[in-house]
């Protein structure tokens, strides 16, 4: 019997299939992975669906940024909710915070109550929030299966002390969710210190674009990022998290 979760975050149809050969148990399906993700079109999600029958749960996440959002994003939000469940994920990552870092209860009850039998996850709004343990609290009270956090820092190893309170306050009752920075080194580290049988990665690697010509000067967005190189999920970087911890 599997005691452990490996979510594999991905945003493309090539990254799933490669985290599920890889032994991942569970995805992540986003859309815009490199700047922390954004809502995946149904289109993804169903050709994901057509190559794998992984549990897939739906980041979202109208935009990128902060976590306080305008009524129109909400209104976004709620038909989202609505559409994934239609097309039977097993599940949503959200979150919504209100201006002063609390949990924005009305909202968060709003979209839970159009979730149906899917799982809901907190995601990394909760490493924004004003207070974990309260937050914490409040996802038990919301019926909130999982929470997605580094510990309230860049990463997790930095956040470990963090993540240790949360796995002990959880008290089984919710799962907490390892994010930020993991592989599989950091997993024999920090799983004994933590107690956390739950972790969350991208496995990714840069892999080359196909384009030969390469029309310098243009930039299609951030000038910062390089065009021709495109993120990948590594199947062994996945396989050899689950052999972690398959083995603590």
């Not at 996802?139 to 796995?167: D, F, H, P």
């Not at 384009?211 to 062994?236: A, C, H, Q």
Request: proline share 2%; hydrophobic share 40%.
């Amino acid at each position: 019997m599997v005691n452990y979760t490996l979510e594999a975050c991905v945003d493309s149809v090539e990254s799933a299939l490669g985290a599920s050969r890889g032994g991942a148990n569970r995805l992540e399906l986003c859309s815009n992975l490199i700047i922390g993700g954004t809502t995946p079109s149904k289109w993804l999600l169903k050709e994901v669906q057509k190559y794998t029958d992984i549990k897939i749960n739906v980041l979202i996440r109208p935009r990128f940024g902060d976590f306080c959002y305008s009524e129109y994003e909400f209104n976004i939000m709620k038909e989202e909710v609505r559409m994934f469940k239609e097309l039977g994920v097993n599940g949503v990552a959200l979150g919504i915070l209100k201006p002063d870092g609390t949990l924005n209860r009305n909202q968060m009850e709003i979209l839970i109550g159009l979730t149906g039998a899917m799982e809901v996850t907190l995601h990394r709004a909760f490493d924004v929030c004003f207070d974990p343990l309260e937050t914490l609290k409040e996802a038990k009270q919301l019926g909130i299966r999982s929470i997605l956090t580094s510990g309230q820092k860049n990463t997790c190893m930095e956040g470990s002390s963090l993540i240790k309170e949360l796995v002990e306050n959880s008290q089984g009752e919710i799962e907490i969710l390892v994010g930020g920075g993991v592989d599989a080194e950091v997993i024999k580290k920090i799983g004994p210190i933590t107690g956390a049988k739950a972790f969350h990665m991208s496995g990714k690697v840069n892999e080359e674009s196909n384009m030969n010509f390469r029309k310098e000067g243009v930039s299609m967005g951030l000038p910062s990022l390089d065009e021709y190189v495109i993120w990948r999920t590594d199947e062994s970087k996945i396989h050899k998290a689950r052999q972690v911890l398959e083995s603590i």
